[in-house]
């Protein structure tokens, strides 16, 4: 190089600070300690009034590298324009000043740009750190251009601080807004960036950590903040719908359909702004028209999803017509119109003894792909290690799905099947294991373990167990390039916290064939969600033992499926069961019960707990402590609700008081007295 020549980076690192003094020296050294070390890092000091300005100026005078900029406070916009202008290098890497990129992070980015002249501007995934300093979990985003550009118009599908960008990408749409009323300047120039043809994608490598900074924007401005994401969205989706029409409606129609019940922006804007109406993206769906029947029934379920009160029949006219006559009849029973009639319950079973074989293993086939290849492999492994006969049933979760390109290895393994689909009834009624276990979608086991705990259930003859599954992010890789493992916090896994967080399937379930017998539900009009009704069904009914370490689940990444369905199938599939198959109505039409069918409900209910078709736990706790507390006369003649009071004396108590209702409070005081009589009595006996 010259004297004379001026040094370009290749890349320019830009960072906006405003009094971020506590972590200011640890986000300044994960830049400069990058393996990638041909680039700049321009620091605009947007005003701070904190310790920021003596650190920057000490760590500048360090390193040649810094660029320091300060200026009078104009905002994170103003601020981040300000930094591009002022430096050098072809692409841009965004980086704020509360978070830690990763070594790599700069090689990785640079390389991919570099290998794809097609992609604008690059993410990655990243951790999550408390500020106190905790690892929280990681957070993904879609890899591949297609995703990430229909989500834009439903979120910000690019994390900004983990962001590198071609300079004329940003530099043709006039870079960063510099109005500070505008509170996500990111997600503004991204989202016009796209308008005007420039292609993203997120690598799945975890390059970043960003910190949940109470100090932050994100945190102290959240109400603001959230206004002027909806007005960045819509103006994007507005300038689309002008665009291109024909997209805009595509769009709108995939992304309400993916996500029935609103994104979780959707969901912060709501709870901020309670105020604010639906965005133009919903509102464009809503006025498109239904040209076919499944048109028709998916916006009767997104509706229905948003507002079970309102769109019952309307949803119940449309699944008749689309032949599932068991979920029309679940809804009307769901709303307190009718009950079940059981001839719509074909998979009610009657599983007769069988010893011919020691296990049936259900392996599902949703779609032909990676993840089959590897559980049926891991099916065939099992088999072939196993000291006892392992039958392998093939279960098609789409009926339109054939099996024709499998059949030679499927027979191969004398694997049961059928190549146009078996579907779940017939193939629980066709297996002749002594016990059944299930390898769904994405779930992994670990063979070993599995193994031994098939021996154990064959041995002593164990009625049920229950394997928690440890979990990993499909679309993020750790350091050495395999799937992430989620370490985000759990509660203690019981009986009651695994159904309080949705946290049960029949693959995590090995138990004895005859656990099945009167179960009830049509598994083929639940589609994909049988697995979890399954789960669901025996978790509720039965006591089990909790074994760690047999089962991986890989979750997938968002997949923009339109198809709003097996959320509906899984919400009502989970109420059926949560209240014990009885038919109890939801809340929300609580109001229209007759006395008499207040008093049917309460013993019905009652009677399900005694038989163990009933189990309480916090997902429906509430639901029928405000029925039995509120609706039904003299609860105390119920079982289950001696039950309920007996756990929690003091606010019934309470509750009957504050209602003036002072034979029920009178008659619960006395039930708690004698119970507490009863125990001290009694309980020398027990010993």
């Known amino acids: 190089m010259s004297a004379n020549s001026i040094y370009t980076p290749a890349i320019s690192v830009i960072m906006a600070v405003y009094n971020t003094q506590r972590y200011l020296t640890e986000a300044i050294q994960s830049i400069l300690s990058q393996s990638f070390t041909d680039f700049e890092l321009v620091i605009v000091d947007d005003g701070s009034t904190d310790g920021s300005p003596e650190i920057l100026k000490n760590l500048a005078q360090q390193d040649s590298r810094i660029k320091l900029i300060t200026q009078v406070n104009a905002g994170i916009g103003a601020a981040t324009q300000r930094g591009i202008t002022e430096s050098q290098g072809e692409y841009i890497a965004i980086m704020d000043s ?115 900074n109470p100090a932050s924007t994100t945190h102290h401005k959240a109400r603001a903040q959230c206004a002027s994401v909806a007005e960045v969205r819509d103006a994007g989706f507005n300038q689309l719908l002008l665009d291109d029409p024909r997209r805009a409606a595509d769009t709108a129609k995939t992304v309400i359909c993916t996500f029935p019940t609103g994104t979780w922006q959707d969901e912060r804007i709501k709870q901020l702004l309670p105020e604010q109406g639906p965005s133009l993206l919903y509102r464009t769906w809503r006025n498109l028209p239904d040209a076919t029947s499944g048109d028709r029934l998916n916006k009767a379920l997104v509706l229905w999803l948003e507002k079970p009160e309102l769109y019952c029949e309307n949803l119940g006219e449309q699944l008749l017509a689309n032949d599932k006559a068991w979920l029309a009849a679940l809804l009307n029973a769901y709303r307190g119109i009718e009950n079940l009639d059981p001839a719509l319950n074909p998979d009610t079973l009657a599983i007769i003894p069988c010893n011919q074989i020691a296990v049936s293993l259900f392996v599902t086939y949703n779609q032909a792909g990676e993840d089959f290849n590897q559980r049926l492999q891991q099916a065939f492994a099992l088999k072939a290690q196993a000291k006892f006969s392992i039958e392998i049933i093939v279960v098609s979760v789409k009926p339109e799905l054939s099996l024709k390109p499998f059949i030679p290895l499927l027979a191969t393994h004398d694997c049961i099947f059928d190549e146009n689909g078996l579907a779940w009834h017939t193939a629980l009624h066709r297996a002749k294991g002594a016990y059944f276990a299930y390898l769904e979608d994405n779930f992994r086991f670990n063979i070993d373990v599995i193994l031994k705990i098939l021996a154990s259930h064959i041995q002593h003859k164990t009625s049920i167990s229950f394997m928690p599954d440890t979990r990993y992010f499909s679309e993020a890789c750790d350091e050495k390039g395999q799937p992430a493992l989620d370490n985000q916090f759990h509660p203690v896994w019981t009986r009651s916290t695994l159904l309080g967080k949705n946290r049960v399937q029949s693959s995590h379930f090995i138990h004895h064939r005859s656990l099945l017998n009167n179960l009830k539900g049509n598994l083929a009009e639940l589609g994909v969600a049988a697995g979890r009704y399954l789960g ?105 609700f001696r039950y309920l009071l007996a756990h929690n004396k003091k606010t019934y108590l309470l509750a009957f008081w504050r209602k003036k209702d002072y034979l029920s409070a009178t008659l619960a005081l006395f039930y708690c007295v004698y119970q507490a009589i009863a125990i001290r009595l009694f309980s020398p006996y027990k010993k």
């Open 98 to 212: 509360d978070d830690i990129s990763l070594p790599d992070r700069l090689k990785l980015q640079k390389q991919f740009l570099d290998q794809h002249s097609d992609i604008d501007a690059v993410g990655s995934q990243w951790r999550m750190l408390h500020a106190d300093g905790r690892d929280i979990g990681i957070d993904t985003h879609p890899t591949d251009s297609e995703r990430i550009s229909v989500l834009m118009y439903a979120f910000f599908s690019l994390h900004h601080p983990t962001t590198m960008i071609r300079r004329h990408s940003l530099e043709k749409v006039g870079g960063y807004s510099v109005d500070r009323s505008c509170l996500v300047p990111d997600y503004d120039v991204f989202m016009r960036m796209q308008l005007a043809g420039c292609r993203f994608a997120n690598l799945p490598e975890i390059l970043f950590i960003w910190r949940l």
């Open 536 to 640: 669901r069904y025996l978790a509720i009914r039965n006591e089990f033992n909790i074994i760690d370490g047999a089962v991986s689940y890989f979750m997938p990444g968002i997949i923009l499926n339109a198809n709003p369905l097996p959320l509906f199938q899984q919400t009502v599939g989970n109420w059926y069961l949560d209240y014990g198959m009885t038919n109890f109505p939801d809340i929300v039409f609580h109001d229209n019960l007759s006395k008499s069918e207040i008093a049917h409900y309460a013993q019905t209910l009652s009677t399900a707990w005694l038989n163990k078709n009933l189990y309480i736990y916090q997902g429906n706790i509430s639901v029928l402590e405000s029925f039995y507390l509120n609706r039904v006369n003299l609860a105390i003649r119920i079982p289950l």
